[in-house]
């Protein structure tokens, strides 16, 4: 409790606010103003079920799980806490993110255990972001701290998400980027932001390597059809890895909406080939009702090369998601298949299996 209290008294005095101008952005207009800062936060946590329903040789229940943040099974688990703290004084602003949780912990992986108590819970908080900016002019910011990555369509704060299971394409794409970047206004609808980073997610380091990074972005005038071209790349040194991310946002109509995110990234080992892994995701979004939506989600993601640290094949998931909301409280209902080329899920019996059936109860607030 202490330590709690502790980081609230910080957190009201700092004076803060959004830099993140990024791909899936959205703006939350609630919250409350303490001392000129205004303070939001956001909770989430969920019960997931693999129909699989086994263990391993050693008893312990085996997830059929390869995405972040929900890898458990039958068993009710906390996800994460969020606070954050915004206020502009004049053209200079700063903003703080601090979250508690698994779902936190996993997020800054690169700081390790950021402190465990009983049965491995977190304990202490995770700075998720941290940065202060300067506006130069209406059309040009400069930003140095720590922000989410501008790449791919999906977002750690799980209010922010309509699907509450996370893709293969944000689980295995940059989490973070701490560094300094400049956000440029083009006119109209346009916008470019470029930057240069640690190496991604890494908060803190020794090493002498950069990363690159930007976005350009633009839309139609009545905002219909939004783009976001994503980039990042090393350099310095014989490691390298270079990734280039597509998403597009489209309202059909006042009901209807369609997502998509495409990416691929490139990475070339010391003394090694390069090789890549890629993949595609569609979201599907009805909204008959002011208090009642559904998203589809369909994915498709190759690792086969084993690029990144998933299983060396290529898995394509659909994700159904039903979201009640009761104001800013919203219950989702998910169910998600799972279907790899290769048997690198397990069955109820223990055999190898190339597919895999779970099924989430969520629930997510924020204020």
């Known amino acids: 409790m202490k330590r709690t209290a502790l980081c609230l008294s910080v957190l009201a005095g700092f004076h803060v606010c959004y830099a993140q101008d990024t791909t899936a952005t959205k703006t939350n207009t ?18 997931r079920y693999n129909f699989a329903n086994t263990t391993d040789a050693g008893g312990h229940p085996v997830t059929n799980n390869y995405t972040s943040f929900t890898n458990s099974q039958n068993a009710f688990e906390l996800g994460m806490a969020s606070i954050q703290a915004t206020h502009n004084f004049g053209k200079a602003s700063a903003f703080i993110d601090v979250g508690f949780g698994r779902r936190a912990e996993e997020f800054n992986y690169p700081d390790g255990n950021i402190g465990s108590g009983k049965n491995g819970y977190t304990t202490l908080a995770a700075v998720k972001q941290l940065n202060v900016s300067y506006a130069i002019s209406d059309k040009f910011k400069l930003t140095m701290g720590k922000w989410a990555t501008h790449i791919g369509y999906e977002l750690v704060d799980a209010y922010l998400n309509r699907n509450y299971s996370m893709s293969y394409l944000f689980s295995y794409g940059p989490f973070s980027h701490t560094g300094l970047k400049a956000d440029i206004g083009l006119g109209n609808k346009s916008a470019l932001m470029v930057g240069v980073t640690n190496p991604t997610d890494q908060a803190t380091t020794l090493s002498s390597r950069k990363y690159a990074i930007a976005q350009f972005s633009t839309g139609t005038n009545n905002d219909q059809l939004k783009a976001y071209i994503n980039y990042q ?38 003394n090694g080939n390069a090789n890549n892994w890629w993949g595609s995701a569609l979201y599907l979004n009805f909204d008959p009702t002011s208090t009642f939506g559904i998203t589809l989600r369909g994915e498709y993601f190759d690792n086969q090369k084993q690029v990144a640290s998933a299983p060396a094949t290529s898995i394509f998931d659909v994700t159904l998601s039903p979201n009640f909301k009761i104001g800013n409280l919203t219950i989702i209902p998910e169910l998600r298949l799972d279907a790899a080329k290769e048997e690198v899920f397990v069955q109820h019996d223990g055999s190898p299996a190339k597919t895999t059936l779970s099924g989430i109860l969520a629930a997510t607030y924020h204020f």
């Open 30 to 47: 609630s919250g409350v103003e303490v001392a000129g800062v205004k303070i939001t936060g956001s909770l989430d946590m969920y019960y």
């Open 233 to 270: 790349g090393s350099y310095g040194g014989s490691y390298g890895l270079t990734q280039f991310d597509l998403v597009l946002n489209g309202k059909i109509t006042d009901r209807f909406s369609i997502g998509y995110n495409g990416t691929v990234q490139l990475v070339k080992p010391e």
